[in-house]
């Protein structure tokens, strides 16, 4: 059985991760979960599953959950506890952390030596670089949970990398696809939250909203398939069927379709190079489809985007600003202390008095990374 630690268990991907374990359960053990607010939905997961250790925000959430469970379960606490779990004998760590949060434990599991299933798009976009000369040192698994990452990596399963001529990422388009700045000047969080195809966390949800979501999958794609930005494409495709392609030199286009549901990347990533059918997941039925359609992306509407490209060619720690000031800047808009076209505004904001620093550290990175955040909120918080 390949144990498992699963880091940010109790949120939309690390719970549909438990779903295709509960699916699976004959091939894989969980040793570790973390949570960090919700703690009787870790606590159902804990009974059922029966990990070794696992982490929680404080020592307030750590003495509610020791009254419900055995003293047979380690609980850590903080981001001492992110780092302390990776070390746990396991084979895989799957990171679904929200945020930055993500980053620290993702190296430290690495260094460890164990493989990686990638759901937090910060940890590549904001340290990419040190996070893969590490992979390619320690020659682990690295592999992505983002259904166009997977895709990806299943259409270029076979083939040369000389015969690569570029990615294309599809994006949905969000809630407001079609829609021009005018009309967005007054949209409303809740309109913002309802996607079209997709159920996903508050936060990722915006960021679909802005196409700020499909940025930091530029970003990712540039490192995971080590591809230069300029050969990364993104097409909008609002049914979501066809989840990313790879452009070969001959002029073949090949990709990667599916209903769209996470459990379908989730379980590739958990079993490659295999696959396995996890129950409850729906075959696509051709028959009833209709049209697969295709737009280019606004990039002067959803200014989020052409930023992400921006902050991804100067590099260094750019997009260490651009992620820090997004997270910031929704977090706002979630409580209603900024309009929705306001996001973009904070991000170029950020990036554009920020002093560019080349081959940080991961400390460098850090220290940026609280800085943008302080200098937001020092403005928007008063």
């Not at 109790?10 to 699976?24: A, H, K, N, P, W």
């Not at 670089?129 to 698994?141: C, D, F, Y």
């Not at 166009?148 to 015969?163: F, M, T, Y």
């Not at 070969?248 to 379980?267: E, F, K, N």
């Amino acid at each position: 059985m390949k144990k498992l630690i699963i880091l940010g268990s109790t949120g939309s991907i690390g719970s549909q991760t438990l779903d295709v374990v509960r699916s699976l359960k004959e091939e894989f053990e969980v040793v570790g979960l973390t949570g960090y607010r919700n703690i009787p939905l870790l606590l159902r997961q804990i009974k059922e599953f029966m990990p070794k250790i696992v982490v929680v925000k404080d020592e307030e959430k750590a003495r509610e959950l020791k009254d419900n469970i055995g003293s047979n379960v380690e609980i850590l606490t903080g981001k001492e506890g992110l780092k302390e779990i990776v070390r746990y004998e396991a084979d895989m760590v799957v990171v679904a952390l929200e945020g930055i949060a993500g980053l620290v434990p993702t190296v430290e599991a690495i260094k460890q030596g164990k493989s990686i299933a990638l759901a937090t798009k910060e940890v590549l976009v904001t340290a990419g670089e040190i996070v893969m000369n590490l992979v390619k040192e320690k020659k682990i698994e690295f592999l992505p949970i983002d259904s166009e990452h997977s895709a990806i990596l299943q259409c270029l399963r076979g083939n040369k990398e000389k015969d690569v001529s570029s990615l294309i990422l599809t994006a949905s388009g969000g809630p407001f696809r079609g829609k021009k700045k005018e009309e967005l000047k007054n949209v409303t969080v809740e309109e913002a939250l309802r996607h079209p195809n997709w159920k996903m966390g508050k936060k990722i949800t915006i960021d679909s909203a802005t196409l700020m979501n499909k940025g930091f999958e530029v970003i990712e794609a540039r490192w995971f398939f080590d591809i230069p930005l300029d050969k990364i494409r993104v097409v909008v495709h609002p049914q979501s069927i066809i989840h990313s392609m790879v452009e070969y030199v001959d002029g073949s286009v090949i990709a990667q379709l599916s209903v769209p549901d996470m459990r379908i990347a989730i379980q590739y990533a958990l079993n490659y190079p295999n696959r396995r059918y996890v129950e409850g997941v729906n075959f696509l039925d051709f028959y009833s489809l209709g049209q697969l359609t295709f737009e280019r992306p606004d990039f002067e509407t959803f200014k989020c985007l052409s930023l992400a490209y921006h902050a991804a060619k100067l590099g260094g720690t750019m997009p260490t600003v651009l992620n820090a000031a997004d997270e910031v800047a929704v977090s706002l808009f979630l409580q209603n202390k900024i309009s929705f076209l306001e996001i973009s505004e904070i991000i170029e904001e950020a990036l554009s008095h920020h002093k560019n620093m080349q081959n940080p550290t991961l400390d460098d990175i850090i220290s940026v990374d609280l800085e943008t955040r302080e200098r937001i909120m020092k403005k928007y918080m008063r």
